[in-house]
Structure formats: C-alpha cells, structure tokens
C-alpha cells in the first residue's frame, strides 16, 4: 500500500452515503486524516467513530456545500485546526429521473445547487490552501456529464457543467500546481439502486429507473472506484472515466453526434 496519503489533510464532501463514503474509508485506510462532511450529522457522527474505533484519524465537519455560510465556515474551521489542505473531494450530490420536458425549473434549480454550484463554492473556499500544498482537487462528474442518455431530468446538465468547470481549472490553475481530476464513472453498485428513483419516476420506461438510466453496464464497486481515484491522484491525471471502454462513444458522438446519438439510444433503457 502507498504511503502517499499518510497524514495528508483531506476533506471529503458528501462523505456519509456513496462514493463520498468509499473515499473516506480508502483515504483512513491510507493513514490519512479524514475530515468528513455531509449535511446531516447523525450519520456523520457514526462514520467518523467507526472509522476512529479502527485507528484512523477522522473527524466530522456537518454542514450544507448549498450554504455559502456554512462553507465559509467550514473553510474557517480548516485554516485554524489545520492551516493546510491536501485534497478536497467533492461527491456530494444526486441524481435524478424524468422525462426532459417533465422536468420542471426548480428541479433544474436543486440539481444545479447540489451538483454544480456547490463544487463552485467549494473550491472557491479552498483552492489557495490547496494550491499552497500543491494538492488535490478532485470533481466527482459522471459519464451523463459527458453524453446525455434518455429521462435522467436536470442530472446529466448539471454534470456536464461540472466537466467543463473541471477544465478550466485545470487551464487557469494547473500552472500553479494545483492537480484538478474530473472523476466521470458510470453506475455505482447501491443497495437501493431499483427502487430510489420510483416516486419520482413519472410517465419513464421501467428500464430507464435502473442504474445509470437503464445503460447496459456493469455496477462499480464503489470501494474499488474509491482506490483508482487515489491512484489517479498520484499520479496527477487529469481526468478518470470508468469504465475505460465508453471513451470510445465519447469520441465518436464528437465526430458524429447522430451516430453517438443512435448508439446511446441502443445502449440505454
């Protein structure tokens, strides 16, 4: 195992459910110091001791990435205990099904907070301690931020935001050694993975509330994913999407988009 992370400073949003919480336990696994944020601090209180009750060294920040207050006060929080940062994760968010004109502003609106713009904030608030330490920002996006499947509502706009919020970073901040890595993996393995989108589902094919809107792939472990995501950091790539084969009809609906659109609309639900 990598020693790389050995008492690195790293915060992680979203850290209480999903991939956020695979992160948290690879990072403590790696010796890190975890500094775990959700909204809700009940679960994030047991996280935290879990991880603690194994040795690691983890500590539960609460609080809400749409709040630009409860983030400044995160970023305050950080500077005082800490005075560096080494990686911001940002995993929180959701996604969501309908049909696009079902879709309704204010769906747009909470996806657009929850997905884009609370990573905005995020990485406002953070960037310069980052930056200082020549550390890890890491934006988790999707493959629905790269091509845009059928009756996933505001998800895939707000992931493709994401991707290019990504780039430019890269762009304007790289030079300075800040290491930005757009994270675009397809369906994670949940427990609830058929029946969390059943309330909201609305007049959608039954195959398009499966995983990744019905897309004929396997589920990724999300502990796995968690460990290539840190090995990617390593090594400062600048984007990581998984599984590798869909880099194929990424290219060719740039070359072709009605051929990447017809290949979309056999593959999806």
Known sequence: MSNY?????CLVTGA??????AIARTLASHRAIVLLNARTIGPLRQISELLQSTGSDA????????SQTDVDSLAKEIQNRY???DLLCNCAGRSMRGSILETSVEDFQKLWELNFLATVRTTRAFAPLLSQQRGH?????SLAG???PRYLGAYPASKFAVTAYSQQLRLELGPSGLHVLLVCPGPLKREDSISRYAEEAGNIPDAAQAPGGGVKLKGIEPDWLAEKI?????????????PGKVRW?????QISPRLGDWILDKTTG
């Open 5 to 9: 992370w050995q008492k690195k400073i």
């Open 230 to 242: 840190l090995t990617a950091c390593e090594r400062r790539q600048s984007e990581l999407i998984v």
């Open 137 to 141: 920002l890491v934006n988790i996006g």
């Open 83 to 85: 005075g560096r940062l």
């Open 16 to 21: 209480s459910a999903g991939l956020g919480l």
């Open 146 to 148: 790269k091509i845009a």
């Open 59 to 66: 500590v539960a920040l609460p609080g809400d990435v749409t």
């Open 249 to 253: 009809l990424l290219a060719l609906s």
